[in-house]
């Protein structure tokens, strides 16, 4: 997948792998601690969560400008790193649930999203020049597809590391997880739990600890204190990922130096050695250039509204509507080392059908027999019944972005050679499609639940299979590789040299109004039927591909 490309790729794709393992890491996690720790409700975690990606998308339109203008990519992406660490180091310090404990966890935030406004954008600015090269110029979409699927590889385990290091440490105290016992402990401190309220905190407490059903009051903060620990902990993973990223991108630094080069730095050479290499724009260039992306950028915005609710709406969704335990061949999905036999598996036939060598068909059979045995084996050795958590449906979209990414791109290179492969702006015109179709899913599978405030804690509605949540993520899957990798790429390709850093900044910054827009979901969800709100998200994706659509003539026209 690698071959013929600049070995810079490679270098760049796994020091970002290692950043977004902790990122994810975090965010798999995060509203639950803070509902768990705070006693947040669903609208004001909401808002804090929209609030905190919305930065973390926008600031590298300043990281951007920091590195076009001053620093340069490498030292502005090293600069972010650093911060990024203080941040995460922040988050995995216990503290009290109170104003300290507050401003900790804010300050945290705030670090997290300023080193990831001066890492993430330039480290994809730095990417598109080594495809500025006239050698690798026709790779640019598949290597930003290669790209997009080593960030997915990270977000893959951040979810299962989350979980196994929370259920560890939980373990440690005698305590098992349970998603039902902070929010009825918060409730039960402030007076305002029901009596089936009352009654499921009884019994879950004597399910933890033997009699700690005769002071709830105790045992709810205890409980609270040692699951938000736990996640201390969990946070403490992003330091470690972190550290690794920075030796990475230091160390082979050699494979992608020609490349760390802002327009104003080569300008500034050629002066020097009496040459010219950066391309010059006319203003009307620059400014079509600049109008064509901003278009693109505010499609986007409704895209990241609605794919972003993975973290927010259908987390909630996972937690109070879906089985809390699988049985079956259902459990092969919730099994981290099943799942990656399925990936060991999937790329074994893949190398098994397309290779051109008896050496790499005999690897590739090898590999899927190796791991169809071993899955099987793993499968076998599953309890009946599998307990999962929330935070485990967040692997199953880097999960399918590993398998998809390399039909995805088999599937454009056949297109291409046969010249007719989509446009970028198309491929983005029809993710948002895709989008539609994944909540036209969830608003069907959602018929006959009862809205959010109608949810008594102590049941009383059948949960859901966890398919349903599976299927939504597989089809928002597929529209986020025909829209992300490929407006990354457009972006690279279109931005006025001198702008470049600032524009993959503006990508971003899109992706933040987005990100700040799922809040608006969140305040949705409350009273109004579940079918509804996913019907909402529909709607706004049509829309937007209604509106990418009618623009394309001039957005192909810049691209060429």
Not at 442 to 450: E, I, K, R
Request: glycine share 12%.
């Amino acid at each position: 997948m690698f071959k013929n490309h600049p070995k810079g790729l490679v270098v760049l794709s796994i020091a970002n792998m290692g950043e977004r393992f902790g990122y994810y890491t975090m965010l798999a996690i995060f509203v639950l601690f803070i509902q768990a720790k705070f006693g947040y409700n669903s609208a004001d975690t909401g808002n804090i969560f929209a609030i905190f990606l919305a930065f973390v998308y926008f600031l590298p339109l300043l990281g951007g400008i920091v590195a076009d203008r001053f620093l340069g990519y490498g030292k502005t992406i090293i600069l972010g790193i650093v911060i990024m660490f203080g941040g995460y180091l922040l988050l995995a310090v216990p503290t009290g649930v109170n104003a300290t404990g507050k401003a900790m966890m804010f300050g945290a935030l705030s670090l997290i999203a300023l080193g990831t406004g001066f890492f993430k954008g330039n480290l994809q600015a730095l990417l598109g020049n080594m495809y500025d090269d006239p050698k690798y110029s026709s790779k640019r979409d598949l290597a930003y597809s290669i790209f997009y699927m080593c960030i997915n590889i990270g977000a893959f385990f951040a979810p299962s590391a989350a979980e196994a290091v929370t259920n560890h440490f939980l373990s440690k105290s005698g305590l098992t997880y349970n998603s039902v016992i902070p929010s009825l402990s918060h409730q039960f401190a402030n007076g305002t739990i029901n009596e089936k309220g009352l009654d499921t905190l009884t019994k879950a407490a004597e399910a933890q600890i033997s009699g700690a059903s005769a002071n709830l009051g105790d045992f709810g903060q205890m409980y609270i204190d040692k699951l938000s620990e736990s996640y201390n902990y969990g946070f403490a993973v992003a330091c470690i990922s972190l550290i690794i990223s920075l030796f990475i991108f230091m160390l082979f630094r050699r494979t992608y130096k020609k490349a760390d080069v802002t327009a104003r730095q080569q300008k500034a050479a050629d002066e020097a050695a009496g040459t010219k290499t950066v391309e010059t724009l006319s203003p009307a260039e620059t400014r079509e250039r600049i109008t064509a992306l901003c278009l693109v950028f505010a499609v986007v915005i409704f895209f990241w509204m609605a794919f972003h609710q993975n973290g927010l709406t259908l987390t909630f969704f996972a937690r109070d509507y879906t089985v809390g335990a699988v049985s079956g061949f259902d459990r092969f999905s919730f099994g981290l080392p099943t799942m990656l036999m399925a990936i060991v598996g999937f790329y074994g036939l893949l190398s098994l059908i397309t290779s051109t060598t008896v050496k790499g068909k005999s690897i590739g059979g090898g590999a899927f027999i190796l791991a169809a045995i071993g899955g099987y084996l793993l499968y076998d050795g599953m309890p009946e019944l599998l307990g999962i958590t929330p935070q485990r449906f967040q692997q199953f979209n880097p999960f399918f972005i590993i398998i998809l990414t390399p039909l995805s791109v088999g599937l454009f290179s056949y297109l291409g050679k046969k010249r007719k492969e989509p446009s970028a702006p198309r491929k983005i015109g029809y993710g948002m499609l895709i989008a539609a179709i994944g909540f036209i899913i969830m608003s069907m599978g959602s018929f006959g639940l009862p809205t959010p405030d109608e949810v008594d804690v102590a049941g009383g509605y059948n949960m859901v299979t966890p398919n349903l949540l599976i299927g939504t993520y597989f089809t928002l899957t597929i529209a986020e590789l025909f829209l992300s990798p490929m407006g990354l790429s457009f972006v690279s390709k279109v931005a006025p040299p001198q702008y470049k850093g600032m524009m993959q900044g503006g990508w971003l910054a899109a992706t933040a109004v987005g990100n700040y827009a799922v809040a608006i979901i969140g305040y949705l969800w409350g009273g109004m039927q579940l079918w509804l709100v996913w019907g909402i998200l529909v709607v706004l994706c049509l829309v937007a591909a209604g509106f990418i659509f009618s623009i394309m003539k001039r957005l192909e026209k810049v691209a060429k």
